[in-house]
């Protein structure tokens, strides 16, 4: 695959903390509900899944918010659970109720019947998807891969779904040490194999998010869910058509263990916003970029206060490289667009050179 | 009043960082759905707040735990909420729902028109339970008054009952922070005057539970939710009956916050467990106890698993004075009675000297 040369490499850059004319910006679920063209798709796919599953209506979703906005980056639209349910778990969506799945993970003999999947045929279509959205978008922005983690992965996969407590999932990490890390090594090693294909399709760079490592003690946070991390760190491609792939870790709640995921040898973090960015980046010096970190719920206040805080933290952060400015969780639905737009455009006015 | 002198005085010992025989212990929720006793008086009771209204019904709830374990403090049994409801908002209770208000305070002029009460009439109720509770302990253990800190008041009263993301109250801290600090003066008047009618009344030592301070960013949770706890302490008898009545700070997820909280004068803070104790001792030193920090979780896993982590964190904590034994939030309804006693009794057979 060849593919138009990058126009907009400020991303990728400043990811390797190099200089860059402005701030990048991008938000996590930008392509997302809080977009009427982007409700208008999901109501043309059917469901969600169907959405994920169609690479034209999929790329035409990555696409619609930089049509609207000056951001940086692209992310691949896609579901973190593809890869359960790539292995015969049985991926539902209910009305008002999350995703769930038919069949959960819960024994030593569940773990054990789990196949790894294959990930050109078993999840092609994230693969065509990613390659759909590459071409299309001809060298406009880089384009982001994506994983769940595998902790945050094996939390639907035993809960059956979305959770408030993790009860199934942590009374077998405590009590079933072992059979845990079968399942967790077992979601290493595909999600190894499901970012490298998706570098091979083109993505640019990656995001490993762990939306619920943040829910464990700190002890079992590096045992069940940072080891595996650095595992896929490890076993990614690093350096693909002759540019660096920069791998990105984003830990929700991960604010306390920012020097540990630091020597998983990645090459930024993602924070939310409970961690003061200053703080963060006098802690991980020049070792890792950072990205982020604006509560979304700021998004609901007034334009003067939303501008307020992209310029608090662009001081708080600093005159320094490695900086990619984000939210510190997805956009929500209910935000109105044209926040999202002064948001955005403040980030590029305040920090322009 | 008179009240029995105290027979277990561990719990206000290790409070005031003095040697004790063994750890003391307590469980945030011990008075709770997962007892099948609590259950059945709540039944008799009819509603939730009919419980907590009923001095008799909360007496007898917050003895049950006590019965049948060797728990080296009692709670009042009450809910957060209180102080919003004697504030007019009518506070009612949905099956299956959570707290809910029938008026939501989102205005100016909703701040201005909200009374402060007077808490010995209009919260009489829980000075009722207060006094019939330490009357009944009998000095077998101390009790603990509460309640919520100002910022987690205000979420519940602004967006009328639980949330995710706090919308209405973030978006009216950033948009009109001289309207929130009213409300958030109000409460923290409030709290000090409750606080301090519950010392009157019995209580020995108070705990603030800021469940949702941890959802701000650092900035904001200093400006929003601490500086109220940091007035409420200024404002509390620190003194009553010849004894210290010692101040208890718990923000869950507030583990990077730790230095900033101890700077209110509080005697202890309460850790969730994302924070290593043995980490927040070394940065705490001698100015504060340390209460916690087993994530709830480990209860649902076998009793060995449980003594293997109640053993890991008195090690982690080390020889020092000044360990209250505790979960990091409360005890969830589908634990297993006998792993709470497993987890009481490990911490005492694990720290006995």
């Not at 020097?259 to 960015?277: F, H, P, R």
């Not at 600093?318 to 510190?328: K, T």
């Amino acid at each position: 695959m060849t593919f138009a040369p990058l126009k907009n490499d400020r991303f990728l850059r400043a990811l390797k903390r190099e200089p860059v004319d402005m701030t990048p910006v991008w938000m996590m679920r930008q392509a997302g509900r809080y977009l009427p063209e982007y409700r208008a798709t999901r109501e043309k796919a059917g469901g969600f899944m169907d959405l994920c599953m169609n690479a034209d209506l999929a790329c035409e979703v990555t696409l619609q918010p930089l049509e609207r906005y000056p951001l940086d980056a692209a992310i691949l639209f896609s579901d973190i659970l593809t890869i359960p349910d790539a292995m015969g778990l049985g991926l539902y969506f209910e009305t008002g109720e999350g995703p769930r799945f038919r069949k959960v993970v819960r024994t030593a003999a569940d773990v054990a019947a789990l196949p790894i999947p294959d990930v050109e045929s078993d999840l092609g279509y994230v693969m065509k998807a990613v390659s759909t959205i590459r071409r299309e978008l001809n060298g406009r922005v880089p384009l982001i891969g994506f994983s769940g983690s595998p902790w945050t992965l094996a939390t639907y996969m035993v809960e059956g779904g979305s959770s408030r407590d993790f009860r199934h999932l942590k009374a077998m990490a405590y009590e079933q040490p072992e059979v845990t890390h079968q399942l967790l090594d077992k979601l290493a090693q595909t999600v190894i194999a499901y970012l490298n294909a998706q570098i091979r399709h083109g993505a640019q760079a990656v995001q490993i998010f762990d939306t619920w490592g943040g829910a464990l003690s700190a002890e079992a946070y590096k045992e069940f869910s940072l080891r595996y991390m650095k595992q896929i760190v490890d076993g990614l491609i690093r350096d693909h058509d002759g540019r660096p792939v920069p791998v990105i870790l984003f830990t929700k709640n991960g604010g306390l263990w920012l020097e540990s995921m630091v020597s998983t040898g990645c090459d930024a973090l993602g924070l939310d916003w409970t961690i003061n960015i200053g703080d963060a980046r006098r802690q991980v010096g020049d070792r890792v970029a950072l990205q982020g970190n604006m509560d979304p719920a700021v998004l609901y206040s007034s334009p003067a206060s939303i501008r307020a805080e992209v310029k608090r933290i662009l001081e708080d952060f600093g005159d320094h490289p490695g900086h990619i400015f984000n939210l510190g969780h997805g956009i929500t639905p209910e935000v109105d667009p044209e926040h999202a737009r002064v948001f955005i455009e403040a980030v590029h006015e305040f920090s322009a050179k």
